[in-house]
């Protein structure tokens, strides 16, 4: 049973416009979560991260949420750019010690 | 150097050969991690190295066997694997396991099985 979800396996955006990437997990012990973008032939590349003692962590045009009630992060990418587009992965883990990916979300962001 | 190498890109095998997968990293890491991943599926955990001492195995078949011989080595030896075993292996390595550190990639090898 997948602990970690990605519900949307693609997401089309406009340059300029708010990209929003969803991610729901199911375990009440994660505490520590990131976001990772995989070009294709590439392994996946860390993005940015946030631990369960924060709800917003922010890194220039990327900024994740966690809503610990709800089990729910998401990624807000703003202004969205062409280079941006790239399959995304959330991941959780509890202490860090193993690491549970979702399923990926595809985006394409259109000039 | 923030980078993660794995070697050969590509591997063809018969269900009857050994062969290895190579993993390096020159960052300083002591942990590193082996995944596996099907298309369309999620990275999987197979092995996590702490300090070159294997402290995780996720029942992984004993066709698939890690090695550790450096802080910056991690060999995956493969011997009479499955076609269903074709997969992208990826590599990781981190500061240290557990705690709130992130995980860098290699590019990973695409296996095929025939």
């Known amino acids: 049973d997948q602990q970690v979800k990605q519900n949307s396996p693609s997401l089309s955006v406009q340059e300029g416009r708010i990209s929003i990437l969803n991610c729901d997990y199911t375990n009440s012990m994660f505490d520590y979560f990131l976001w990772y973008k995989k070009y294709p032939a590439e392994g996946p590349t860390f993005l940015i991260s946030?631990?369960?003692?924060?709800d917003k962590n922010e890194d220039g045009r990327f900024t994740v949420f966690l809503n610990k009630s709800a089990k729910h992060l998401s990624l807000h990418i703003v202004p969205s750019q062409p280079g941006d587009s790239a399959v995304y992965f959330c991941a959780a883990s509890e202490a860090g010690n193993q690491f549970y990916f979702g399923t990926g979300t595809s985006l394409t962001v259109i000039p | 150097d923030t980078e993660v190498t794995q070697t050969p890109k590509h591997l063809v095998m018969g269900m009857t050969n050994k062969k290895s997968l190579k993993c390096e990293q020159h960052?300083?890491?002591?942990?590193m991690y082996w995944y596996k991943q099907k298309a369309k599926k999620p990275p999987e955990l197979m092995f996590v190295?702490?300090?070159?001492?294997?402290?995780i195995n996720e029942s992984v078949p004993s066709r698939f066997s890690p090695e550790c011989p450096n802080s910056s080595l991690l060999n995956l030896h493969l011997h009479a694997l499955q076609p269903e075993d074709s997969a992208l292996y990826l590599c990781?390595?981190?500061?240290?396991?557990?705690?709130?550190?992130?995980?860098?990639f290699g590019p990973g090898t695409r296996l095929t099985v025939t």
């Open positions: 990781a390595s981190s500061p240290l396991a557990g705690g709130p550190h992130e995980q860098y």
């Open positions: 960052m300083g890491h002591r942990a």
């Open positions: 946030i631990s369960s003692i924060k």
């Open positions: 190295y702490s300090y070159e001492k294997l402290s």
